[in-house]
Each structure stands twice: as C-alpha cells, then as structure tokens.
C-alpha cells in the first residue's frame, strides 16, 4: 500500500489518507483519556488539511469533466455538513458526553463522503486526467496540506476562492494555536 508520502498520484494519496481517516477514527473509538484526545486530535488535523487539498486541487479539476459539476456540488456539500460536525467536536474534551455521538454522527458523514468521493469522483479524475498531471497534482495536493489549517472553519466555506483567501489566516491562527496547545500540555 503506497504512503501519503510516496504516493503516485493524487487519487492514490487522497485514497491512502480515506485509510489513514478510517484507522483513526477506529482508533478514537477503541482508547481513552489522553490516548483518545491524542488521536482526536490526529483524525481532527488530517480531516481539516485533505478537505482543503481536494477543494483547491481536485474538485475543480473535476467540474471539468462532464457532469462534473453535480459531483463536486454533492461533495461540497458532504463537507460543509462534515466541517460543521467536526467544529462541534473541535475543543471538546473525549469524556464529554456529548463527545460520543458526535464523534459517531462525524463518522457515518465523513466515510459516507470518502465512499461517494471514491465511487463518483475520483474515476472522473483518473478518466480525464493524464497520469502526469495527476502525478503534479499529489504534489500540490501535499503543499496545500503543509500549509492547509488545521481545524474546522465551516465559515470559510468550501470554495476554491474563499480557501484561498481565508485559508492562509485560519491556518496560521491554528498552526500557532496547535504550539501553543502542544507547550501547555508539556507544562
């Protein structure tokens, strides 16, 4: 199975994260205490950066094709209801008992998105798209996630346009707000 990290073409890498999503959310529900919050915290970063990659590389390749457009406007819309659930999780302690089905509502939507993406779009990508510009897109895909924010911002919305302008202020907020977390809990 390739890696994030070495992974051929941006169907392959977005496929491995759609594995990785499912281990940890398997993963969140199997453990507790600081482990749990550990892995919340995981499935949390890797959701907020792979739903930024695929708004700014793949989905408007996508529109492209033909009926492109219906596909993508579902899959937004899969993950505008996905960022809202999660900003719901997004802070709240694993022991709050709001936390478990919140965490199941997150996970019934995320995996029924992942399945929607793997069975509608990303044949349309790899039947439109020459292996090349496919090979391109996995790299700007893992820029975009170097650089994506890493919590929920349901505001933003899920537009090539509105990423692009408030991405970079939300990600620096959450990327200093992820240190400063990450200090405190060695304090």
Do not use: C, Y
């Not at 998105?113 to 496919?134: G, S, W």
């Not at 391109?136 to 537009?159: E, F, I, Q």
């Amino acid at each position: 199975m390739a890696t994030t990290a070495d992974a051929p073409d941006v169907v392959s890498l977005l496929e491995e994260q759609h594995q990785q999503i499912r281990a940890l959310f398997a993963a969140v529900r199997t453990t507790s205490g600081t482990e749990q919050q550990d892995n919340f915290e995981r499935l949390r970063r890797l959701l907020a950066v792979h739903e930024t990659a695929e708004e700014l590389i793949t989905h408007p390749w996508v529109r492209m094709s033909e009926g492109g457009n219906d596909v993508v406007d579902a899959r937004l819309e899969e993950e505008t209801e996905s960022k809202k659930l999660l900003a719901q999780l997004d802070g709240m302690a694993v022991d709050d008992p709001g936390f478990a089905p919140g965490l199941a509502a997150l996970e019934q939507a995320v995996l029924a998105h992942a399945d929607a993406e793997e069975r509608e779009e990303f044949p349309l990508l790899r039947a439109d798209t020459d292996p090349q510009q496919l090979q391109r897109m996995a790299t700007a895909a893992k820029v975009a996630s170097a650089l994506a924010p890493t919590h929920p911002h349901p505001w933003v919305g899920s537009s090539m346009t509105t990423n692009l302008m408030a991405g970079p202020i939300a990600s620096l907020v959450d990327r200093t707000r992820d240190a400063v977390t990450e200090v405190l809990k060695r304090t």
